[in-house]
């Protein structure tokens, strides 16, 4: 018999007793919802240490914090059998505490306590998504909405609310482009920041340019952002812009005009940029607008006062990743640019009015806001229409094949809403009367499996439904907010809506985010 030295056995010894202190941690660990944890969401993926699967297994959730048997079974909502130590389960409402446990039957299992937080806007009694006619082909989608921080199910109900990421999203922040990334995470940009979250709310990554305020210039993102299959970020951004300086008001009226005309004189057209992000936050490709418009001819947009009009406002772009092309949109020009990439060289100019007495009427679009590439291969794009009582629509075309084609439409379809005087909404009305045109802002269109189209309709009409190619209604719905002061119903203000198409992307987001 061999014979070790006595700190042999000693090692052996602790070895032992760290293994058993660990096996314990190990399989609390693996537990989710964790003890006292506070959720943003109803629809929950439950996590255990996998056991031998009894016939009986179920998971149990019950309304309430209880730590006794008889409690806790007489306030059961939900009772799941499972066959895997991975479970997805939806809990009634917000703003309540719960408690769970896996059991086999028996009587016996840990119990667990969480919270499910909410927001103002998950008050459905503040804010709510009436639907007017229920989903039946999509009845187990999800629609993101950027004016309510929120996504919903196609009932109407809120399931997930984007957290505060420590003081940063608030109720009143600007939020734009909330989606699915086709990487199952989400991403978003709020008061020119840009952000990419997982299903808790943790940051995966965020734009190193936020909203910087210098003393004459400003950075930052706005309106769209998009998740590339090679994992890069690409996002909208404003161009430093340099601002006119300050008015003085000594009462010297000859300085104050000569003030006025230099500043006219120095002011720098605001155009954006596409930039192009990798995961560590550096930036490795940039496209600048104002490389285009320096030499383009924009004497047909004058504004109505006989000035240029500085801001051609970027506001959506699509990047066509088969094809290497970026789709940017302008708004106040009506205008699309198609840019090769990566050489950034403009390859087309779509709605280009090129003589004098050219109008944006005359285009297929107006005050534009999507921009994307249909399966088939056509150019869809979300229409405001050239003024603030048109009526918006979306519109597919099928680009120029050869150098003597133009655009051809190929499919459009007005959107259901009733037309609404939003000429108080639009900016400041002096210097709306000062424009050419007036716009509405926002919308957005989806393309889904079979061609049918998702479609958020713009400020002030907050109506999100899906349409049929052969134009049939198969969801509509409203996001609206209660105002007490007017006891009335109104509409919410929102920009680019999104859908998940199917349940099985949401669980997807869900084990991707999985701690």
């Known amino acids: 018999m061999v014979k070790w030295p006595i700190f042999a056995y000693m090692r052996i010894f602790f070895f032992l007793s760290f293994l058993c202190m660990a096996v314990p941690f190990q399989l609390l660990s693996q537990v989710y919802p964790t003890e006292n944890d506070t959720l943003n969401y109803r629809i929950i993926g439950f996590s255990f240490p996998a056991a031998k699967i009894k016939k009986d297994a179920r998971l149990e959730i019950a309304l309430g914090a209880f730590n006794d048997e008889q409690s806790f079974m007489k306030n059961i909502v939900k009772s799941i059998p499972y066959k895997q130590n991975k479970v997805?389960?939806?809990?009634?409402?917000?703003?309540?505490?719960?408690?769970?446990?896996?059991?086999?039957?028996?009587?016996?299992?840990?119990?667990?306590?969480?919270?499910?937080?909410?927001?103002?806007?998950?008050?459905?009694?503040?804010?709510?998504?009436?639907?007017?006619?229920?989903?039946?082909?999509?009845?187990?989608?999800?629609?993101?909405?950027?004016?309510?921080?929120?996504?919903?199910?196609?009932?109407?109900?809120?399931?997930?609310?984007?957290?505060?990421?420590?003081?940063?999203?608030?109720?009143?922040?600007?939020?734009?482009?909330?989606?699915?990334?086709?990487?199952?995470?989400?991403?978003?940009?709020?008061?020119?920041?840009?952000?990419?979250?997982?299903?808790?709310?943790?940051?995966?990554?965020?734009?190193?340019?936020?909203?910087?305020?210098?003393?004459?210039t400003m950075q930052g993102y706005h309106h769209e952002i998009t998740k590339m299959s090679n994992g890069h970020n690409m996002v909208l951004a404003f161009e430093p812009l340099v601002k006119p300086q300050a008015i003085p008001r000594d009462g010297n009226r000859q300085k104050a005009d000569s003030m006025r005309a230099r500043n006219r004189m120095n002011r720098k057209p605001r155009f954006g940029e596409v930039e192009e992000y990798d995961e560590t936050g550096k930036l490795v490709w940039m496209w600048s607008a104002s490389s285009y418009f320096a030499n383009a001819n924009l004497d047909f947009y004058m504004r109505a006062n006989g000035m240029p009009e500085y801001d051609v406002h970027m506001n959506s772009f699509f990047f066509d990743e088969k094809n290497k092309a970026i789709y940017v949109g302008f708004r106040n020009i009506g205008q699309i640019l198609k840019v090769s990439y990566p050489s950034g060289k403009v390859i087309a100019v779509y709605g280009e009015m090129k003589y004098a007495k050219d109008s944006m009427e005359n285009h297929f679009f107006c005050g534009q806001h999507s921009i994307k590439i249909s399966e088939k291969g056509y150019l869809y794009i979300y229409n405001n229409g050239c003024g603030p009582l048109s009526a918006p629509s979306v519109v597919m075309l099928e680009e120029p094949r050869t150098e003597k084609d133009s655009l051809k439409l190929v499919w459009e379809y007005a959107c259901p809403v009733e037309p609404r005087n939003t000429e108080p909404m639009i900016d400041n009305p002096a210097i709306a009367a000062m424009r050419r045109y007036n716009f509405t802002s926002g919308g957005n269109a989806e393309e889904l499996p079979g061609n049918d189209m998702f479609v958020s309709t713009n400020v002030p009409f907050a109506s999100l439904f899906i349409v049929s190619p052969d134009k049939k209604l198969l969801w509509n719905s409203e996001v609206k907010r209660w105002h007490a002061d007017k006891s009335a119903w109104l509409p919410v203000m929102l920009y680019r809506a999104s859908i998940i198409p199917e349940r099985k992307k949401l669980d997807q987001l869900i084990w991707n985010s999985a701690k």
């Open 88 to 216: 997805i389960g939806e809990v009634p409402s917000f703003g309540s505490a719960y408690t769970w446990r896996v059991s086999d039957g028996s009587g016996k299992g840990t119990f667990y306590h969480f919270y499910v937080g909410s927001i103002f806007y998950t008050d459905t009694t503040k804010v709510k998504l009436e639907v007017t006619q229920k989903a039946e082909k999509y009845e187990d989608a999800y629609v993101f909405v950027d004016g309510t921080h929120a996504l919903y199910d196609m009932a109407g109900n809120p399931v997930w609310y984007l957290p505060e990421l420590g003081g940063i999203i608030k109720e009143n922040s600007q939020l734009r482009d909330m989606k699915l990334s086709q990487k199952g995470t989400i991403t978003f940009v709020v008061d020119g920041k840009a952000f990419e979250v997982d299903y808790h709310g943790k940051i995966l990554w965020q734009g190193p340019n936020g909203r910087k305020m210098a003393k004459d």
